[in-house]
Nanobody, 129 residues
Framework: QVYLVESGGGLVQAGGSLRLSCAAS????????IGWFRQAPGKEREFVAA????????FYGDSAKGRFAISRDNAENTLHLQMNRLKPEDTALYYC??????????????????????WGQGTQVTVSS
């Protein structure tokens, strides 16, 4: 069982930056793809970014391209999301998620909520105008 805990959210002015972190415990994230999703009130959960097990493949949602950067440290079992040039529309609860159950094979990156089997509780990001 993997447990994910997000941190780093907060209140920031438009144009500012935040760095979100996700710490995994319980077992390692070997062969797992991990990613970030977000959900604003009244909206569906939205894909933000994902990264492959060795960090070779990064995949971004349209809202994140050019502004956000995902990274992972497998030695520390952590995931990060550097968010720059934040906008009020980035305001949401940000979730870290792991895709680990791929029948014993390496899991590839995905943008689909249903492909991720482990979720954190989320960290709130609020961007003021």
């Amino acid at each position: 069982q993997v447990y994910l805990v997000e941190s780093g959210g907060g209140l920031v002015q438009a144009g500012g930056s935040l760095r979100l972190s996700c710490a995994a415990s319980g077992r390692t994230l070997d062969n797992s793809a991990i990613g970030w999703f977000r959900q604003a009130p009244g909206k569906e959960r939205e894909f933000v970014a994902a990264i492959s097990w060795r960090g070779v493949t990064e995949f971004y949602g349209d809202s994140a391209k050019g502004r956000f950067a995902i990274s992972r440290d497998n030695a520390e079992n952590t995931l990060h999301l550097q968010m720059n040039r934040l906008k009020p529309e980035d305001t949401a609860l940000y979730y870290c998620a792991a895709r680990s159950d791929c029948g014993g094979y390496q899991c590839y990156v995905s943008a689909r909520v249903q492909d991720f089997d482990t979720w954190g509780q989320g960290t709130q990001v609020t961007v003021s105008s």
